[in-house]
């Protein structure tokens, strides 16, 4: 009965129902879009660094890390690699073998990063062949290199050139070789782009005398919300005998980045609900003093005030859950659009964006959980006005009521 006596009480007066309804409604709209924006970059921008060169998860000999040593370099065996690829979530794993070394051509030597990789999972993983911008890509086979554009500009050589490699490979060994440009790759990143060479693995094995090892498995995932239990997984089938480090690990300047941009969004998030408390507020306020008189009546005919009060909090539990169920579904096919048309980043903003190897776009998350938790915010805040009407009517005099 008091369910059925609420709706019927809403839609006496409908403009002052959809009025309510509408601000609930805008709200939840507003917050929804504006989370999913903020959620959606932070997802692409992790894949897009992690693509880049980490992965979500590296396995790594016990000490590499802190030093990059090749005497911390480890043995996985092929057949090991492809376990750990049938682990769920997992979708590709790329062996390196990496090492500081001398690079010289002529008179010019530089240091640079060698990096040993199997063309084909480094491919998979990184798309480095879209970043060839001369030459030809590496196969399985090939005896030569791909040198960072940066790098083969200090060394004044181009594709066809020869490189000399001088370093020290595994326990000391003298590492040496003179090995032909095959193509030249372009990096946005500075860093990168002045001090890469790329081999095959087993070249780079060969040099450095490291036969059958590396010094890293990148892991990628399908899911960086698997990465959690694909983590635990790993544990238990190594056994401890590696290390295991996350992106967050290995690139806390990105945590770091994202957790300062999350709080200042929660700031703005938290200004955005205050000001829907107070336009929720105001919009209950006035439905509840213009009905003073109705109140005084029914107080006056024998209607006890708690079961006024009853009724009327069932209606703004109405009110709020109609705004807010509507307000979820009507932003999802904007958020799925925004998801699937993501809106460019332009001006001075986008190279910065660039200059991290990350697309400058604005990305939009379609996580259910985003639009439960911003509707169940909303309509808590909703519910929460409901006090106004629990106070005035407990405090309501029937005969002053009724002269208004």
Do not use: C
Request: proline fraction near 4%; aromatic fraction near 10%.
């Amino acid at each position: 009965m008091y369910l059925l006596l609420s709706w019927r009480n809403l839609w006496r007066n409908k403009k002052r129902t959809l009025i309510a309804a509408a601000s609930v409604f805008f709200a939840v709209i507003l917050a929804i879009i504006m989370r999913s924006m903020q959620n959606g970059s932070y997802t692409y921008m992790i894949r897009s660094s992690v693509k880049f060169y980490t992965g979500y998860l590296q396995v790594q000999g016990k000490g590499y890390w802190e030093n990059r040593s090749l005497n911390k370099s480890i043995i996985i065996p092929e057949k090991q690699q492809k376990e750990i690829l049938k682990i769920p979530h997992i979708s590709s794993v790329v062996p390196r073998l990496e090492a500081f070394s001398l690079v010289s051509s002529n008179k010019v030597t530089k240091v640079a990063k060698i990096v040993g990789i199997d063309p084909v999972a480094e491919n998979n993983m990184t798309d480095l062949d879209k970043r060839l911008i001369k030459g030809k890509y590496l196969t399985n086979t090939s005896s030569g290199v791909l040198i960072a554009q940066g790098l083969a500009d200090m060394l004044k050589i181009g594709v066809g050139d020869s490189v000399v490699i001088y370093g020290q490979g595994y326990h000391g060994v003298i590492a040496a070789a003179r090995l032909p440009v095959a193509g030249i790759v372009k990096f946005p990143i500075s860093k990168m782009n002045n001090g890469m060479l790329f081999l095959t693995l087993p070249n780079a094995q060969n040099i450095f005398s490291a036969y059958g090892r590396i010094t890293s498995l990148a892991i990628m995932l399908d899911n960086i919300k698997n990465q959690t239990g694909v983590l635990e997984t790993l544990r238990s089938e190594l056994n401890n005998k590696y290390t295991l480090m996350t992106w967050q690990q290995m690139m806390p300047d990105l945590v770091q980045g994202i957790e300062l941009d999350n709080a200042s969004g929660l700031i703005m998030l938290i200004i955005l609900y205050i000001v829907i408390a107070f336009g929720v507020f105001g919009t209950i306020m006035m439905m509840t003093t213009e009905r003073t008189k109705e109140f005084g009546i029914l107080i006056s005919v024998g209607m006890k005030k708690a079961k006024l009060i009853w009724v009327t909090t069932l209606e703004t539990a109405f009110l709020a859950f109609l705004g807010a169920i509507s307000g979820a579904l009507f932003s999802l096919p904007i958020v799925i659009y925004f998801h699937y048309h993501p809106i460019p980043i332009t001006g001075n903003a986008a190279p910065a964006f660039e200059l991290l190897g990350v697309k400058p776009i604005f990305y939009f998350s379609t996580d259910p959980t985003l639009f439960i938790h911003q509707a169940l915010v909303v309509l808590l805040i909703a519910l929460a006005t409901a006090l106004y009407p629990l106070f005035f009517i407990k405090n309501l005099q029937p005969v002053q009521a009724m002269r208004g």
